[in-house]
């Protein structure tokens, strides 16, 4: 085995990102005992390092596959079992190649087949496989060269059209150093193209269309920070907006094979512009990709374009209250809920287990209820056909406020109780009907309460830990994100924290379990301090969820859907 090295490393995807010229590649060819990676074995490894046109190192050895050679591969590679028995076998050879080929691109000739052997031979080794970036001449070839120049994109066909140095002679390092010369020709073609970068290569490699290739352009002066990107069209409109980690990577993904919905490829054609927010992390980017939708409601997103159009349950404003359910809230209100459809039903789970009317008759506050109302067993009102006047009834609304609140759960104990009885019944389809309505109900009480409890803080501030050291910090206002940045490695945080609240956003207060924020914004936030690390720098009230509150409730409901599924 004969082979020179430089030092390796792994590449980030920012180096792939420079030029071709600087980027490192090892062309690797194979010799097998057959075509299945599974089954056949390596008797041969030939590959070349390259960077810049410039050859850094050779490595070939044969390799004892440790069975005989089909005479068809004899024929074919001229390599006979005779030449192998005093070569090294694959776990003595493998190390060494995984050695030379760290850090750069792994490039072969139809690569699927080369890399599936040498994945095959490490995981037999019992070795990792490295994280390589991996590129196949075959099908740049196929991709650069049109079919009149190319018939056939064989690596005989290809050295024959580039008159390479080396000629292919199934042999590993003649094939790898023939590969190299078609690889170096087929990139001058593409830097004609425009393509002057592993990424851009990686993006130029699908049949992406020209129109949409030529608007790349739209995401050359992005930054590589996280932010909020808005597709502009050609009146200045609103089309689409989006998150992003490195907004310069994730725009330029648009203009690439790597889009494949028909839907945004539609939408790149319209835009003209690609404005964009800097964000100090990814919290400030959802929340503001949230505020984005709401104000501009783009055609081509299907999320979070209307946040404010949610259903709530609500107490009616009469002397014998009614569950309604609509769009406005009041401080009693639960929800949000998304759907008008499962509000209605969680409304009437709650009238029937704290026993408030569904008839929808007005009732002066000196007349009675009931009179002329059928017992709930009969198909009736909840609140049975017993007269009450509006004092005897008030304990109804009463029990279903202290529910949404968290200030008492009896109902939710009195439907778990049922389960259980219908089940010893063996009434198993009404135990699993009162079952689903109980595990709806105790989840949108937890949604609800969860939600609340962040909103009621009048200001939090929070830290979450960055990867690498330092602080993203998060100054957060009745539920709104009001402020946010982050304090890097070494920079002592609390000064930050300070800059950060004097300069926060005023949150103007609005009579809601939300206090006016949106429920997409508010769930944002409290997912995020929920995250492992994440602490509470204050507070000026404490951050708690009601006691006897459906949280208490979840591992219930967690078995509940596993045995609804």
């Keep these: 085995m004969s082979a020179q090295n430089s030092t390796p490393r792994q590449l980030s995807f920012d180096e792939l990102d420079s030029p071709l010229r600087e980027t490192t590649f090892v062309?690797?060819?194979?010799?097998?005992?057959?075509?299945?990676?599974?089954?056949d074995a390596i008797t041969?490894?030939?590959?070349?390092?390259?960077?810049?046109?410039?050859?850094?190192?050779?490595l070939a050895t044969l390799v004892d596959p440790g069975r005989s050679i089909p005479p068809f591969i004899v024929e074919l590679t001229g390599i006979t079992s005779a030449m192998l028995i005093d070569a090294p076998r694959i776990e003595r050879v493998l190390p060494s190649f995984l050695e030379f080929a760290r850090g750069a691109v792994l490039v072969a000739h139809n690569a699927p087949f080369d890399i599936g052997f040498l994945k095959a031979a490490t995981a037999r080794c019992d070795l990792p496989w490295p994280p390589f970036q991996t590129l196949c001449t075959v099908k740049l070839a196929r991709r650069v060269l049109s079919r009149e120049e190319a018939p056939s994109v064989k690596l005989s066909a290809l050295s024959s059209l580039f008159q390479v140095h080396t000629q292919p002679t199934h042999r590993a390092l003649d094939d790898a150093r023939a590969t190299v010369d078609v690889l170096h020709a087929l990139l001058e073609r593409v830097g004609g193209l425009g393509v002057h970068s592993y990424a851009e290569l990686v993006d130029y490699l699908p049949n992406v269309s020209a129109a949409q290739r030529g608007k790349r352009g739209l995401a050359a002066d992005l930054p590589r920070t996280p932010g909020v990107y808005l597709f502009r069209g050609p009146s200045d409109e609103a089309l689409y907006v989006g998150?992003?980690?490195n907004l310069q990577r994730r725009v330029r993904g648009y203009f690439t094979g790597s889009e494949t919905r028909a839907r945004m490829k539609e939408m790149?054609?319209?835009?003209?512009?690609?404005?964009?927010?800097?964000?100090?992390?990814?919290?400030e980017a959802s929340v503001r990709e949230l505020r984005l939708l709401a104000a501009h409601a783009p055609p081509y997103n299907r999320r979070s374009k209307f946040p404010r159009r949610a259903w709530w349950i609500t107490l009616t404003d009469e002397p014998f209250p009614r569950l309604s359910v609509s769009r406005r809230a009041t401080p009693d209100s639960l929800g949000p809920f998304s759907s008008r459809t499962d509000a209605a039903d969680?409304?009437?789970?709650?009238?029937?287990?704290?026993?408030?009317r569904t008839c929808t008759k007005k009732i002066r506050h000196d007349r009675v209820h009931g009179a002329d109302c059928p017992d709930a067993v009969a198909g009736g009102c909840p609140a049975g056909s017993a007269p009450q006047s509006a004092e005897q009834y008030r304990s109804a609304p009463q029990a279903a406020v202290e529910l949404i609140r968290g200030l008492d759960d009896a109902a939710l104990h009195r439907l778990r109780d049922r389960v259980g009885e219908l089940g010893a019944a063996e009434l198993f389809e009404s135990a699993a009907r009162v079952r689903d309505r109980t595990a709806a109900l105790a989840a949108a009480l937890r949604r609800g309460q969860r939600l609340a409890a962040l909103?009621?803080?009048?200001?939090?501030?929070?830290?979450?830990?960055?990867?690498?050291?330092?602080?993203d910090l998060a100054v957060v206002r009745a539920g709104r994100l009001a402020s946010a940045g982050v304090a890097e490695r070494g920079v002592p945080p609390m000064p930050v924290v300070e800059m950060l609240t004097a300069a926060a956003e005023t949150v103007i207060d609005e009579p809601s379990p939300l206090r006016g924020t949106t429920a997409g914004e508010v769930g944002l936030i409290a997912s995020w301090l929920e995250q492992p690390g994440v602490r509470i720098v204050r507070t000026s009230q404490g951050y708690t969820e009601p006691a006897r509150g459906a949280g208490a409730w979840q591992?219930?409901?967690?078995?509940a859907r596993s045995a609804s599924a």
């Design 268 to 283: 790149v054609a319209l835009a003209t512009r690609v404005d964009h927010v800097e964000c100090a992390h990814g919290l």
């Design 44 to 58: 041969e490894i030939g590959a070349v390092k390259i960077r810049g046109g410039e050859v850094l190192g050779e």
């Design 27 to 39: 062309v690797v060819d194979l010799e097998t005992t057959g075509s299945s990676a599974g089954e």
């Design 243 to 245: 998150t992003a980690v």
């Design 555 to 559: 591992e219930w409901c967690a078995l």
């Design 346 to 356: 969680v409304a009437a789970t709650i009238a029937v287990e704290c026993r408030i």
């Design 455 to 471: 909103a009621a803080i009048d200001e939090l501030v929070a830290a979450r830990p960055r990867e690498g050291g330092g602080w």
